[in-house]
T-cell receptor, first 116, second 114 residues
Framework: GAVVSQHPSRVICKSGTSVKIECRSL??????MFWYRQFPKQSLMLMAT?????????EQGVEKDKFLINHASLTLSTLTVTSAHPEDSSFYIC????????????FGAGTRLSVL | AQSVTQPDIHITVSEGASLELRCNYS??????LFWYVQSPGQGLQLLLK??????LVQGIKGFEAEFKRSQSSFNLRKPSVHWSDAAEYFC????????????FGSGTRLSIRP
């Protein structure tokens, strides 16, 4: 149980285009989903927290107009990187938890974004 | 502010040898502590967690960790490593009033010598 599916696993796009990444909880309802960014050989940095049906809460320094997060249902959250540039190239990972106070997060396999 | 320190960037051990990965945290209250493992190009898998109670916690894949409040540590151990244990290991602490946000350490890359 507690499987989180992230799609696509890898995407290559041209500079200036937008890319959408999906995060789905397959066998549970995820009240809260998290989006992380991981640079090569570095740790995960939390970008934003989203609760179903409400606006995402972004961490300091993360551009909310650049990284659009939608959490329209209890099983799906999307991250859209708008007008992507090479510096947006990174590994993006989502996670999901059950309940707003849950301490356990289940992680997706990540999406490798390469912007040319 | 809460923080997690993993002092070892890279560790190499021989297959069959014992392993200890270090983790120190800074947190004002009783922390919620985690160890995650990440294989190359993959997401994170929870190895074990400590919330309260017995300070020695058992996890999956034969791993265990001990919470030592006096040392602000939560070191991960395994008595005998396997080649498949080669991966990146992250210690993490939950923060915030809801304890749902997680702060990750910088990670320790584990290599296994045949």
């Amino acid at each position: 149980g507690a499987v989180v599916s992230q799609h696509p696993s890898r995407v290559i796009c041209k500079s200036g285009t937008s890319v959408k990444i999906e995060c789905r909880s397959l066998d549970f309802q995820a009240t809260t989903m998290f989006w992380y960014r991981q640079f090569p050989k570095q740790s995960l940095m939390l970008m934003a927290t989203s609760n179903e049906g409400s606006k995402a809460t972004y961490e300091q320094g993360v551009e909310k107009d650049k990284f659009l997060i939608n959490h329209a249902s209890l099983t799906l959250s999307t991250l859209t990187v708008t007008s992507a540039h090479p510096e947006d190239s990174s590994f993006y990972i989502c996670s999901a938890s059950v309940g707003t106070g849950s301490h356990i997060q289940y992680f997706g396999a990540g999406t490798r974004l390469s912007v040319l | 502010a809460q923080s997690v320190t993993q002092p070892d960037i890279h560790i190499t051990v021989s297959e069959g040898a014992s392993l200890e990965l270090r983790c120190n945290y800074s947190y004002g209250a009783t922390p919620y502590l985690f160890w995650y493992v990440q294989s190359p190009g993959q997401g994170l898998q929870l190895l074990l967690k400590y919330f309260s109670g017995d300070t020695l916690v058992q996890g999956i894949k034969g791993f265990e960790a001990e919470f030592k409040r006096s040392q602000s540590s939560f070191n991960l151990r395994k008595p005998s490593v396997h080649w498949s244990d080669a991966a990146e290991y992250f210690c993490a602490v939950a923060r915030g009033s809801s304890a749902s946000k997680i702060i990750f350490g910088s990670g320790t890359r584990l290599s296994i010598r045949p």
